[in-house]
């Protein structure tokens, strides 16, 4: 295997993390190349807070601006509403490939990283090798990256609950923007579904997160998880039909405009039932959102200052991952107390 050429930065997962960290960079002129283990995105997801003060914080107004023009700008005039995951991916992806210091890599799936006095590296499963100053995980709860600097705990642990996630037309009578988002409680069961608005402002959608303790051993005899520890989302075709059927009924419980999505929804298997891991407990509802304390961090490695970016990793983490550990003790009980 001959020795890559040493670039700036590597990103392990070109997904919203990925691509916000990498644009970040790219804002204070830092070359970084991404390496996303898949060639082409579908689309997936449901929905996912962004307003124009957090990305500001972290890529700049000038980057900000060209996020929020592929966006669609009336979509950010609307105030609380959350977007579709896929727009906003979309966005970042478009913004990403427009900038000079961002190299996208597609189709690159990393299986090992590590370092040595001189560079971090990463390996992908076609024998490639990429190394750089600074490597930066941002591939999901299985991630390559946490195995290699969190040996001890390289596994997101299940929450101890599914949800179903979907997303669903109102009704033509139903304007959407007189709704905001809800939680409705059906006995052990929590449903939390929230319009979302469209690039050109308009609401026609709505998404809805179904948090359900019902279907734990479902999981275990398809395979999604072993143990506690959670190994993928499983696929449409691996649930079997009388599970939907039963959620089909189960979803006449719930109020209007939402009974007839979910039922409708259902019906069709279209529906992904996503396996909660510690890391994403109690957030999945609404959607995280990006940017805000990312800036700093960005800034400090831009500006090759190992001691600032220390302190800036340090006040990142006092910011944004000890209310994020609160969040998941608050979902970790979430579970026993729908169980």
Known sequence: MSEP?????IIVGGSLAGLTTAIALAARERPVTVLERTRGRTQRGVAIGLGRTDLDAAVGTELSTRVIEHLGEDSLRQGPYPHPWWNVYTALRAT????????LIDGAHVIEVGEDNESAWAITDDGRRFAARVLIGADGYRSVVRRHVAAH???????????????????????GKDYRVDFESGGPELLAPYPMVQGDGTIPRYGWAWFDTSHNDLLREIGAIDGDEVLHTPRTTAIPDEVYETMQRRARKWSEPWRSGLTKAFG???????????????????GDAIGGPLGEPAAALAGNDRDAVHVALRR????????????????????????
Do not use: C
Request: aromatic share 10%; charged share 20%.
């Open 96 to 103: 990403a490939e427009e900038l000079p210091d961002i190299t």
């Open 5 to 9: 050429d040493l670039v700036e930065t």
């Open 268 to 286: 069709d298997h279209d529906v992904i039932a996503t396996p909660i891991t510690e890391y994403v407990a109690d957030t999945v509802a609404t």
């Open 153 to 175: 705990h390289p596994y997101a642990n299940y929450a101890g609950y599914i949800v179903w996630l979907g997303q669903s037309d109102f009704p033509p009578e139903v304007n």
């Open 316 to 339: 990142y983490e006092a910011q944004r991952l000890q209310p994020m550990r609160r969040k998941v003790q608050g979902g970790m009980s979430f579970a026993s107390m729908l169980g």
